[in-house]
């Protein structure tokens, strides 16, 4: 599946790297999953599914296109995870440079770390906010400590987290786990607080790391690891409204989609997701 031109399939005018402040970067990655491959088809999925997008928001009343959102190539193939991790780190670092905000689309989970890394040495007190379904705290798995099932230790590492949505972990990541920054699948359905408890454990500059599989299967079929008891749509909305309203979200990623030919509205999903997320970023 090739690539279309731009997030949005915008007009220069609206879509050129000098006059936009947003800038979408895809890291087609995919060599660390276990289980259903395809995650690397993921960027290009949701940017050809951006162009079928109405780029109006009726919630906000906004068009965040006319901030300009400019769609850089994609992060060079690489096989190994810490060498992803470098490029894509250098290249999120080039752009936060010129003062732009980044969306990075994956490509399997590992590739959040570098983005996660420019932005922690570019501003200070962050926290990264995880929605998914996996807790992801391995220390290492098959060999290596860069896969996408060790993202969060790996971004432990540098800077706090807090994490929604989680509903399948191995036993060995239970001593790395902070309970306290956990809100589990199973708590959304009957704590209705449970939005301003994430809200207080985080910091006032938020980055958002967000895999689809922390929606249900139900609507979101098309991951590499797809656990029932998932997130809806406007679970995840009624969060990241509230979060972007009181804090100061600094970046995101959304990974973890592997396309279904026969099927695309998974696609279309995560396409209006980024664009919703926008919209609520840069309202006026």
């Known amino acids: 599946m090739g690539q279309t031109a731009n997030f949005g399939d915008m007009p ?11 800038v979408v970067i ?15 088809k993921g960027p290009a999925a949701i940017i050809e599914a951006s162009t079928h997008m109405e780029l109006y928001d009726i919630e906000t009343d906004s068009e965040v296109y006319k901030k300009g959102i400019f769609t850089a190539g994609p992060v060079d193939g690489q096989e190994l995870p810490e060498d992803m991790v470098k490029s894509a780190a250098e290249q999120v670092r080039h752009y936060l440079q010129d003062n732009k905000f980044i969306v990075v689309l994956g490509g399997e989970h590992s590739v959040s ?20 379904a996996h807790s992801d705290l391995r220390d290492e798995y098959e060999g290596s400590r860069y896969n996408h099932a060790c993202i969060m230790a790996r971004v432990k590492e540098l800077c706090p987290i807090v994490q929604v949505g989680i509903r399948s972990m191995d036993s060995s990541e239970k001593q790395a786990l902070d309970k306290n920054r956990v809100t589990f699948a199973r708590e959304i359905s009957t704590n209705k607080k449970w939005i301003m408890n994430v809200l207080s454990k985080l910091s006032q500059n938020v980055y958002l790391t967000i895999d689809l599989d922390v929606f249900d299967p139900s609507i979101m079929p098309s991951t590499g690891t797809p656990e029932p008891g998932g997130l809806l749509w406007y679970d995840v909305l009624g969060l990241l409204r509230t979060v972007f309203e009181n804090k100061n979200v600094v970046g995101f990623d959304v990974v973890e989609m592997c396309p279904d030919e026969r099927n695309k509205a998974p696609d279309f999903l995560a396409a209006k997701l980024i664009y919703k997320l926008l919209s609520y970023k840069f309202r006026d």
């Open 12 to 22: 220069e005018e609206y879509s050129a790297l000098d006059s936009a402040r947003i």
């Open 26 to 40: 895809p890291i087609p990655y995919d060599h660390t999953s276990t289980w259903i491959k395809g995650a690397d």
């Open 113 to 132: 770390l570098g983005p996660v890394r420019a932005h922690v040495e570019k501003d200070a007190d962050i926290t990264v906010l995880q929605l998914d």
